[in-house]
């Protein structure tokens, strides 16, 4: 409470107030004790001359004697050490005494500051007026520890009945506008946890109050002094620290005079209180927000209550509902069992549980989950009734389209897999109990892929929908269509009595897909399919053997092209399960290190030495052997395992070339080959980075050999990741050039080191002037570009004399070398195994003579025998077009009639293979149309008539030489050129 002390002049009665003075008093002192006496009649004034009488006078055990009220200590008094004293009774001793300084040097502040003596007074000795306020100080402090002892109780008895109360009972003098605590009965240490001393500390009360009530409270102060008495209710905090609610009841005594004489009070802890009402606030808060329905009845069953979720459940307003019984919300959906049973439970146990379904104000029906209880008093007995009610109809709704959802598929509405599944199931336990047959189609959509690619996912689905349509309107009522996912369906044929029934459905589904669909934004495509057929039951006897079947059928429809339909065989079935096995051994050989590199040379036709070489997958599979890339790269690129194979080999690749760098072999360049899926990825550079980091590979010793088709895919961003593949530094080849699309344009701006001809051209380069010309022309074409040419697929001599007839760059193949492991390799470049050198022949003339008859080319020989001529002769057109390969040829001649080809056709290739040679043919009278058909096309130079005469037949061959000399030979050093 407000701890201002009233004035003196307030004070009825007369303390005795005891003054203990240190020192010797001069005559300042006494005149101030002698300003004071008028006003303090019952003043004792006690002097002592020593530090020790101080402390003895002080230090007097209670009862034994009057303890002085106030210490004036004169600090130029040659006795005491004032500020020594000072200190002793603060510190050493914990006296609250009132100290006083009587001092005229300044200093003696700042030292007191120093001792922490701050609660000490200090005043002059020539300061009468201050020495006298000190001492009314003092009087006025005993008069209110006089007026408190006068209220205390009088008796013992009183004095217990206070204790052992719940009320707290208070007194306070009145000083103005602030009241100074008295007394406070003993129980308030029971109560709220306080001595009754600490309660008397003049801010006690106020530094207890609720921060957030204190000011409320202060501010009804007036009222108290205006009516007369105040009850205020507040929040309080308790020694412990815990919060209380107090009631607080002041009462005003006023003196004979009608002026504020005391203020006495009692505190009631209503803290338990507060905490009911609070609690009964919070349930009804509750009961009104709750979103589920309450209603109070009475024994009776008469409503009483209802909260407004019950009414907003039901559609009746509590007006309504109230009085009436809860009969009216009957649906009329249960019998008089049920209710039976619903009241024996609440009667019996107290309380029932369940799902009803009642009727709501509009009439509609609706499911609720009700909780019913007996609500009974504090002897036991039933006193009212209460329903809580859930709305389940939302919660049902929400259970339909979960359950929906769990067997449709959400875009066509169609049973899913888990439903056709169940459907296709009874379909086939039907057909078994009737004897019949059933059929499966799979129906999946061909290159759909490409509509959600370049039209979106949006317009994809609305395909989708489409093809839904379609195939839908073409099954009968009694079928069943699904979508297994993505783009695949699923028919189900009931009473399909053979396949043929099944063949013509599945004909008319794709004639039914076949005319164009025309999406929103007005684009036009098409939607093929692939379907296959399985039957029950010789196809399968369950649900998952048919549509297994189904699936393997329609993958051999999709191999054959798509826009088809097959049916199972169980070839399909036995081929699908090695898949599954070969797949499922594949991604363990990728992690058990089954998988190993082989290595085919590459060579320089100039040189004839190892310059390269390529690296080749091959399958250490267990109980396989070494298995052929062509027997799982096709499953790989399907199901993505490529991708870290792809990684793995040039992983590998990078740690051999290291490996061979170590052991001082010489270096040479090896490519690897990227699958379309690695290079489409966007992983490419930083596998290849990462490998070359790990194994301190220079870039230069690695190259990629891409294939023209995976390129021609999409050229745009070809050419950007050839562009980022070249800044790796790795070498970029062109493989299997010639097979794909071959486009010049794209060619030119391809960022690629090489062109590698196919094999597929290199077989037939000798005989086949197709093939030959191809090659001649990518020979050229890359020349001309400044690229290298490297044939792959080189077996025979013939092929090899041939390309290097044509200036081909590098081959590589099995005419030197298979692939081989990384140790052989190595023997071979450490050997220095190389291509033979090329013949050189010291003839500067070579003719060739073709005749299947041994006598005419016998004769031909001696006529020629003598003319310096290197003379080549064959009975066989074949065996002449690979001496023409192996050997530097500039006159042919042949004989027309041969039985494997007649001359003009040979020398027609021959013109195609070797178009700079000169070409003569030998014929009768009778075949000269043919032959002058071929010399007007060019493929015959002249010809000669048989029979021959030896001079003529000299001088035409000298004339041919003569003709290469002067006419082909400049040409040919011209590259072709007129």
């Avoid at 339909?565 to 290190?593: D, K, N, P, S, V």
Wanted: proline letters at 5%.
């Amino acid at each position: 409470m407000p701890s201002v002390p009233p004035p003196l002049s307030c004070l009825e009665d007369n303390p005795l107030v005891y003054v203990l003075y240190a020192g010797r008093p001069g005559p300042e002192v006494e005149r101030a004790l002698a300003d004071c006496a008028p006003h303090l009649p019952r003043l004792r004034f006690d002097v002592v001359e020593s530090e020790a009488q101080v402390l003895a006078r002080l230090s007097v055990v209670a009862g034994s004697g009057p303890v002085p009220d106030l210490l004036l200590v004169d600090c130029q008094s040659p006795g005491p050490n004032a500020l020594a004293i000072a200190r002793t009774l603060r510190g050493r001793l914990g006296l609250t005494v009132p100290i006083v300084l009587i001092s005229d040097d300044d200093g003696v502040v700042a030292t007191a500051a120093q001792l922490a003596l701050s609660d000490c007074t200090i005043t002059r000795r020539d300061d009468r007026a201050s020495l006298a306020g000190v001492l009314e100080d003092v009087a006025r402090q005993a008069r209110f520890c006089q007026k408190g002892s006068r209220v205390r109780p009088a008796t013992n008895h009183r004095q217990l009945v206070l204790s052992a109360g719940p009320t707290v009972l208070y007194a306070c003098g009145v000083d103005g506008q602030s009241l100074v605590p008295l007394w406070v009965s003993d129980n308030i240490t029971r109560v709220l946890r306080f001595s009754p001393a600490e309660c008397l500390a003049p801010d006690w009360w106020v530094s207890h109050l609720h921060d957030a009530d204190r000011a409320r409270v202060l501010e009804a102060w007036p009222r108290l002094l205006a009516e007369g008495s105040l009850l205020q209710e507040y929040r309080f905090r308790d020694g412990q620290g815990a919060v209380r609610w107090l009631r607080d009841h002041k009462r005003l005594l006023l003196d004979a005079d009608h002026q504020p004489l005391e203020v006495v009070g009692n505190w009631d802890d209503v803290t338990a209180g507060h905490a009911l009402a609070e609690r009964q606030r919070l349930h009804a808060t509750a009961l009104e927000s709750t979103r589920d329905g309450v209603v109070i009845a009475d024994l009776t069953g008469r409503i009483i209550s209802v909260n407004p979720a019950f009414s907003e459940m039901t559609g009746y307003a509590a007006t309504e509902a109230i009085g009436r019984n809860p009969r009216l919300l009957q649906s009329g959906r249960h019998d008089r069992a049920f209710y039976q049973a619903m009241w024996a439970s609440l009667t019996q146990a107290g309380h029932w549980q369940g799902e009803l379904w009642n009727r709501r104000a509009d009439g509609e029906i609706y499911p609720q989950w009700a909780t019913l209880s007996v609500v009974k008093d504090e002897h036991g007995q039933p006193t009212h009734y209460l329903g809580v009610f859930t709305d389940l109809s939302k919660l049902k709704h929400r259970e339909e389209e979960l359950e929906h959802l769990a067997h449709y598929d959400p875009l066509t509405d169609l049973p899913n897999r888990l439903l056709l599944r169940s459907l296709l199931q009874h379909a086939l336990e039907r057909a078994q109990r009737q004897g019949g047959k059933s059929a499966v189609l799979v129906i999946n959509l061909d290159q759909f892929k490409n509509v959600n690619d370049s039209l979106g996912h949006a317009l994809g689905d609305e395909l989708l929908l489409g093809v839904t349509a379609r195939i839908k309107a073409r099954l009968r009522h009694e079928d069943a269509v699904g979508r297994l996912g993505a783009d695949e369906f699923v028919a189900i044929l009931e009473a399909s009595q053979d396949a043929e029934n099944a063949e013509s459905i599945a004909g008319d589904l794709l004639a039914a897909l076949a005319p164009p669909f025309v999406l929103a934004d007005g684009h036009e495509t098409y939607a093929r399919a692939s379907i296959g057929i399985s039957v029950f039951p010789q196809d399968g006897k369950g649900a998952n053997d048919l549509l297994r079947s189904a699936d393997a059928a329609m993958h051999r429809a999709k191999q054959r092209g798509g826009n088809q339909y097959a049916f199972y065989t169980g070839e399909l079935g036995h081929g699908a399960l090695q898949r599954l096995e070969m797949e499922t051994a594949l991604r363990r050989a990728l992690i058990q290190g089954e998988l190993v590199l082989h290595y085919q040379p590459k060579l320089d036709l100039a040189s004839g030495v190892i310059v390269g070489a390529e690296a080749l997958l091959r399958w250490q599979r267990p109980g396989f052997g070494l298995v052929p890339p062509f027997s799982f790269i096709a499953l790989a690129e399907e199901t993505g395992l490529i991708v870290p194979i792809g990684a793995w080999v040039i992983d590998e690749t990078c740690r051999q070339i290291r490996a061979w760098a170590d052991a001082g072999q010489p270096s040479v360049m090896v490519a690897v080959n990227v699958s379309a899926r690695q290079f489409a990825g966007g992983e490419l550079e930083a596998v290849l980075a990462t490998a070359l980091r790990k194994h301190a590979v220079d870039p230069r010793m690695l190259g990629l050999e891409l294939t023209e088709s995976m390129l021609m895919a999409a050229p745009e961003q070809a050419t950007e990741r050839l562009d980022a593949l070249r800044r790796v530094g790795v070498a970029v080849a062109l493989d299997d050039f010639g097979t794909g699309y071959s486009s010049l344009s794209y060619l030119n701006r391809f960022p690629v080191d090489e062109l590698k001809i196919d094999r597929s051209f290199i077989t037939h380069i000798v005989s086949d002037p197709k093939a030959a010309n191809i090659a001649t022309s990518v020979i050229a074409l890359a020349h001309r570009m400044a690229l290298k040419v490297v044939a792959e697929g080189v077996e025979t001599e013939t092929q090899l004399s041939y390309l290097r007839k044509n200036r081909c760059d590098q081959i590589q193949g099995y005419l030197f070398s298979a692939p081989v492991p990384a140790d052989d390799f190595a023997a071979l470049v450490s050997q220095g195994q190389c291509l033979p050198p090329t013949q050189a022949h010291a003839e500067a003339h070579t003719l060739l003579l073709v005749d299947d008859k041994p006598h005419a080319l016998a004769a031909l020989h001696r006529a020629l025998r003598a003319q310096g001529y290197r003379v080549l002769a064959t009975g066989c057109p074949h065996e002449g077009l690979n001496l023409l390969a192996d050997n530097d040829v500039q006159v042919i001649v042949a004989a027309q009639r041969m039985l494997q080809m007649p001359g003009t056709d040979f020398l027609t290739r021959v013109r195609l293979l070797h178009p700079d040679t000169v070409r003569i043919v030998m014929a009768g009278y009778s075949e000269l149309e043919s032959i002058v058909d071929a010399v007007n096309q060019g493929a015959v130079y002249r010809f000669l008539t048989k029979p021959w005469e030896e001079n003529q037949l000299r001088g035409h061959i000298r004339d041919a030489f003569d003709y290469y000399e002067a006419i082909v030979r400049p040409r040919t050093a011209r590259g072709g050129l007129p």
